[in-house]
Structure formats: structure tokens, C-alpha cells
């Protein structure tokens, strides 16, 4: 069975830089699919982050390029998120996800999310 | 960038039949584009219920079942029971924003 999970720091300060870290277990990353990120604001519905292969090709969601940045660590079957410039609105629980697709298709497998407040 | 419209709740008793619809439009939904459907528990990992509109994934109970039309999806779920007290969530791709999108979400509630 296929089980991520997030971890990371829990509050980060306004301007500051969120990283999280999605360890893959169950399956080798460098095996296929595509690795992603999902966040979910408090009382608000899911937004698609990014998405990367074990390539290191990256997809991200127009919205955060600026400040969006995941990477891959195929040795350690884990994948990072690193969003900068933080502000309240990126205050959201953040998931994991495997997916079978760079920008389309599903999300198979999902870690239980990570709770990331912005605040000073 | 929630496209995808669901209603906020539904609710049915132990055994009933509820569906849950989806609405989109031409970008997404209308154009052809799959849909899958999530099932979440806050606090838990979400689970992939519907694939490609109608697939089920094989741990996924025939309870669930998918269907499309129009601008439309909808998940339909028989024999409701007390475990699928939970939210759900759509998800298709935008061809105008390019990019994977879900819906609003929906609470269900098992009276």
C-alpha cells in the first residue's frame, strides 16, 4: 500500500518561506506517476499547488510560479514543497498526493495533510 | 479557483440514496474532461472514489458509483450508512486555467 506523509514546520512567520516534506513509502518515487501538492484554507475548498515527475520536471499552478518551488530526492523517496513571501492567505492544510497525471488526472494515494498557520 | 459547484450539503438516513452533482461548464465538465470524486474525513487522508467519471477503484464498495452529462457530474451513493458521514469533493481539469480544479465540496450527513 502506497502511504505519504507531510512534515514541516506548523507556524511560519508573514514573508517567511513555508517548506514541507512528503515522504513516499510503499512505492519508489523513481518507479513513475507524478508526485503533487494540494492545500486546503480553512472553511475553503482544495487548490491544486504543483505537481513534479521523478525527473525533476516540475508543473505548477499559475497562480503560485513566482513563489513556488518543489523539488525531488528519488534517494530519499521524498518530495518538498517551498512556498516564499508567505502571507495569512497561504495559512491552509497541505497534502501529498501521488497522481497519474502532470496537470490532469487523479489522485490516487494522499497523505492526512499538514496544518501550516502564518502568523507572527 | 473553485469552478466546480457542489451543493454544501445533503443528508439521508441509514440505507437511503443520496447524490452529490457537480456542476461545471464548457472548459471543463462540458468539454469531455474526466472527473474523479474524494472522500474526506478531516484529519485523515482523503480517498480517491471515482476515477475517469464512472471507475471505481477496486477497495471502493459498489455503493459508489460515478456518471456525467452536460456541464454536469454527479456521485451517487446506496445504502447510505453511518461511515460515509464525511465531505466530498470533485475534480476535473479547466482548459481555460489549465490546471487541475475541484469543486466546493459537500457535507454528508447521515441522519
Known amino acids: 500500500q502506497v502511504q505519504l506523509q507531510e512534515s514541516g514546520p506548523g507556524l511560519v512567520k508573514p514573508s517567511e518561506t513555508l517548506s514541507l516534506t512528503c515522504v513516499v513509502s510503499?512505492?519508489?518515487?523513481?518507479?513513475?506517476?507524478?508526485w503533487g501538492w494540494i492545500r486546503q484554507p480553512p472553511g475553503m475548498g482544495l487548490e491544486w499547488i504543483g505537481t513534479i515527475y521523478h525527473s525533476g520536471r516540475t508543473y505548477y499552478n499559475p497562480s503560485l510560479t513566482s513563489r513556488l518551488s518543489i523539488s525531488v530526492d528519488t534517494s530519499k523517496n521524498q518530495f518538498s514543497l517551498k512556498l516564499s513571501s508567505v502571507t495569512a492567505a497561504d495559512t491552509a492544510v497541505y497534502f501529498c498526493?501521488?497522481?497519474?497525471?502532470?496537470?490532469?488526472?487523479?489522485?490516487?494515494?494522499w497523505g492526512q495533510g499538514t496544518l501550516v498557520t502564518v502568523s507572527s | 479557483q473553485s469552478v466546480l459547484t457542489q451543493p454544501p450539503s445533503v443528508s439521508g438516513a441509514p440505507g437511503q440514496r443520496v447524490t452529490i452533482s457537480c456542476t461545471g461548464s464548457g472548459s471543463n465538465i462540458g468539454t469531455g474532461y474526466d472527473v474523479h470524486w474524494y472522500q474526506h474525513l478531516p484529519g485523515t487522508a482523503p480517498k480517491l472514489l471515482i476515477h475517469?467519471?464512472?471507475n471505481r477503484p477496486s477497495w471502493i464498495p459498489a455503493r459508489f458509483s460515478g456518471s456525467k452529462s452536460g456541464i454536469s457530474a454527479s456521485l451517487a451513493i446506496t445504502g447510505l450508512q453511518a461511515e460515509d458521514e464525511a465531505d466530498y469533493y470533485c475534480?476535473?481539469?479547466?482548459?481555460?486555467?489549465?490546471?487541475?480544479?475541484f469543486g466546493t465540496g459537500t457535507k454528508v450527513t447521515v441522519l
Open positions: 498526493a501521488r497522481t497519474d497525471g502532470a496537470v490532469r488526472g487523479r489522485f490516487d494515494f
Open positions: 475534480q476535473s481539469f479547466d482548459s481555460g486555467l489549465k490546471i487541475r480544479v
Open positions: 510503499g512505492y519508489s518515487i523513481s518507479s513513475g506517476f507524478y
Open positions: 475517469d467519471t464512472t
